[in-house]
Nanobody, 119 residues
Framework: QVQLVESGGGLVQAGGSLKLSCAAS????????MAWYRQAPGNQRELVAL???????NYADSVKGRFTISRDNAKNTVHLQMNSLKPEDTAVYYC?????????????WGQGTQVTVSS
């Protein structure tokens, strides 16, 4: 199992930046992948950015070139640097960790952090 604690959300004007952090309760090397998802009111939860245990990354088309996922191995923390924010980035952002347990993938989620981008 793993517990995830997010921080760093808030209110920012369009064009601004925010950095989200997700602290894991175990070594992130032991986690198959870590990712950021977001969910806006009335919408389904969508993948924003993902980093595998090997360091490979994947981004939603809507955030490519603006968002960067990174990790601090010593602190078991994953970050999401968000630049050039747009009002449509407004959502609750969730940290996700995927572990394989009994040979099956199991998802763990943080509590979510609100990001609001004003126009």
């Amino acid at each position: 199992q793993v517990q995830l604690v997010e921080s760093g959300g808030g209110l920012v004007q369009a064009g601004g930046s925010l950095k989200l952090s997700c602290a894991a309760s175990r070594s992130i090397f032991s986690i198959n992948s870590m990712a950021w998802y977001r969910q806006a009111p009335g919408n389904q939860r969508e993948l924003v950015a993902l980093m595998s245990s090997g360091g490979g990354t994947n981004y939603a088309d809507s955030v490519k070139g603006r968002f960067t996922i990174s990790r601090d191995n010593a602190k078991n923390t994953v970050h999401l640097q968000m630049n050039s924010l747009k009002p449509e980035d407004t959502a609750v952002y969730y940290c996700n960790a995927k572990l394989f347990q009994d040979m099956r993938p199991v998802d763990y989620w943080g509590q979510g952090t609100q990001v609001t981008v004003s126009s």
